[in-house]
């Protein structure tokens, strides 16, 4: 049958396209499993809890803060995320990526773009706590690391 | 590994699997019960679409998807199909013709590493976090949002980036948190697993009993060991998943261009309708699709174009009640806005955007070199006077390297770099898919009249 093929230069060929498909298996096979296995004895060796903020991790966000947040304010919540000079970071993107994540991470809670008299409660990402009181004070709920506070609108 | 949450997915995809059954059975009937099992995927993707797409037009209306809503389509959908198809004789218990086929166990042991890569695969799905910046901070808040407040979120969906890209994925999405009971977002990445099983087997449906075993399974093993595909597919968002309904489709419309068999036309029509549901490049895409199947039809113009682009624009009006939402509440960035002048201003990126296109398209290291192996079996197609499949899919690569360097040339403000900045890196997967999808047809017109 191959010889039959490849008396023909469409038989060589066709033979020439399969065997490049089938070279390129051989070559990738080994790495591909390896990758593939690697892969997932990462993402095994992680806690549910710790895959489900997993992307905090690369971000440099507070896991705490994250995991205060989702314990502290309830599922029908409004906050507002501040973020501000009053942490150290260790990535630009860090205080940037807060508010977004957080939204993504606390849904159904609603997030607003500003603390203002709509929204419950305020997270705090190295922010100004006196400035964001302005319209009115707040009752501290967390400030389990320097510069991060969790805090609720005081009735 | 929620195994609450797995039952809840496991249990959906079955009913896709159903209706997608039920569908084919309607449109083509089964001769043998060995052609639902070798066309099992194909229902699957099929019926993905066909549940789905109704929960988005649903959605539109204000109702959202919930167990009930998704079993009642399904029933329906399902029963219409199974009333439509009533005529078909029963399939028998095997198909009567055997063949003989060249190095058969070459192609199972092909067969069998893809498995073999899939399985492992699963145990990476079944543990992911949420950790691609796209899906994170926005492809499911946005199905969250379906799930936790019933329907389109108007104020969430304006805050979140990509305001108007097409929500087929975040309502599969957010049915797939109604079936596991929670917005589990780590199990979620298991739906896109079973996306790509889905996609592997259907080419492979769609290819046997036409291809040899040693033909198609080198090129589909060499997909599944795709770096790039291992380090996406499982993302919860919309990249792949449009490559997979696209290529899909593009088969179909190879093969109807082949043989005219209506049950592809209708499958094409169907899967086109989910590329172009599923994101906003699913339209260029199927414009490159639709054009280069009218250009290589030219001969068979009066039978193939009233087909091919009449089922394109009925395709095309799926898409139409999530447009109607999202123009009614002025939602905006559906294009790229550029107006005549600023595209001259912006000449000069025609060549690097055109130059870093192709390298990413032929990225060996990212993508293998399988669309450059199957360019090569469509040029030796070409030399040797077979101009079905081949024609269709470099003009397709063509039409598709060039919609990408419009992408490019048009949005100014991304950078021309081989990045995440850019879709470019993610949406040249659709062309190098195709290129694993089309390679083993290729081969096998190279050589067909030899039998």
Not at chain 2, 68 to 84: D, K, R, S, T
Not at chain 2, 212 to 218: E, N, Q
Request: contains cysteine; charged residues 15%; glycine residues 8%.
């Amino acid at each position: 049958m191959l010889r039959t093929l490849l008396r023909d230069p469409r038989g060589a060929g066709a033979v020439a396209v399969v065997a490049l498909a089938l070279l390129l298996v051989i070559v990738q096979a080994v790495p591909g499993l390896g990758r593939v296995h690697d892969a997932a004895a990462r993402n095994e060796g992680l806690a549910p809890y710790e895959r489900s903020i997993v992307s905090a991790y690369g971000l440099d966000i507070s896991r705490n803060f994250l995991r205060a947040a989702r314990r502290l304010l309830p599922p029908d919540a409004t906050y507002a995320v501040a973020t501000g000079d009053g942490v150290q970071v260790s990535t630009p993107i860090t205080l940037s990526a807060v508010a977004p994540y957080a939204q993504s991470l606390l849904l159904p809670r609603r997030q607003l773009p500003f603390f203002t008299a709509d929204a419950q409660y305020l997270l705090c990402y190295g922010c100004d706590l006196t400035e964001q009181q302005k319209g009115g004070a707040v009752r501290v709920l967390w400030n389990g690391e320097p510069g991060l506070v969790i805090a609720r609108r005081a009735a | 590994m929620n195994a609450w949450s797995i039952a809840g997915l496991a249990a959906l995809n079955a009913l896709f699997c159903v209706v997608g059954a039920a569908l084919l059975w309607a449109v083509r009937g089964w001769r043998a019960w060995t052609e639902l099992l070798r066309l099992g995927a194909v229902a699957y993707l099929l019926g993905v679409v066909c549940t789905t797409l109704p929960l988005v037009w649903l959605l539109t209306v204000g109702v959202g998807p919930s167990v009930p809503l998704v079993i009642a389509l399904a029933v329906v959908a399902a029963g219409a199909a199974l009333f439509a198809g009533r005529r078909r004789p029963r399939p028998a218990w095997r198909l009567r013709e055997r063949r003989t086929e060249p190095f058969v166990l070459v192609g199972v042991a092909c067969a069998a590493l893809a498995v073999v890569w899939l399985e492992a695969f699963f145990r990476v799905a079944r543990a992911s976090g949420l950790e691609a910046f796209d899906a994170w901070s926005f492809w499911v808040p946005k199905a969250q949002a379906i799930y936790y407040f019933g329907g389109l979120d108007e104020r969430l969906f304006r805050e979140l980036a990509g305001q108007t890209y097409p929500i087929l994925v975040p309502t599969l999405e957010a049915t797939d948190f109604h079936f596991m009971g929670s917005a589990d977002t780590n199990a979620l990445h298991v739906q896109f697993w079973l996306l790509l099983v889905g996609f592997v087997f259907a080419v492979a449906g769609l290819l046997r009993p036409r291809v040899p075993l040693v033909v198609v399974w080198p090129f589909l093993a060499a997909l599944v060991l795709m770096p790039e595909l291992g380090a996406r597919a499982i993302a919860p968002q919309a990249d792949l998943t449009l490559d997979y309904f696209f290529v899909s489709a593009a088969l179909c419309a190879a093969l109807f261009l082949r043989e005219r068999e209506p049950w592809l036309l209708v499958s094409y029509g169907i899967l086109l309708a989910a590329a172009m549901s599923t994101k906003r490049e699913g339209q260029l895409l199927a414009a490159c699709l639709v054009g280069a199947a009218v250009a290589v039809s030219w001969r068979d113009r009066r039978f193939a174009w009233p087909r091919l682009v009449g089922v394109a624009a009925l395709a095309f009006v799926a898409t139409l009640p999530w447009r109607f939402w999202f123009t009614s509440r002025d939602l905006r960035g559906e294009t790229p806005g550029a107006s005549l002048s600023t595209l001259l201003d912006s000449a000069g990126r025609i060549l690097p955007s055109l130059r870093l296109v192709v390298e990413l398209a032929l990225d060996s290291g990212a993508w293998l070199a399988l669309l450059p192996i199957a360019i090569t079996a469509a040029a030796l197609c070409l030399v040797f006077g077979r101009r079905g499949a081949s024609a269709l899919f470099l003009l397709v690569v063509a039409f598709g390297l060039l919609g990408l360097t419009w992408i490019l040339w048009s949005i100014a403000a991304l950078p021309i770099v081989p990045s995440d900045a850019t879709p470019i890196p993610r949406a040249v997967g659709a062309l190098t898919l195709l290129g694993a999808a089309f390679g083993p047809l290729l081969v096998w017109e190279l050589v067909e009249d030899r039998r």
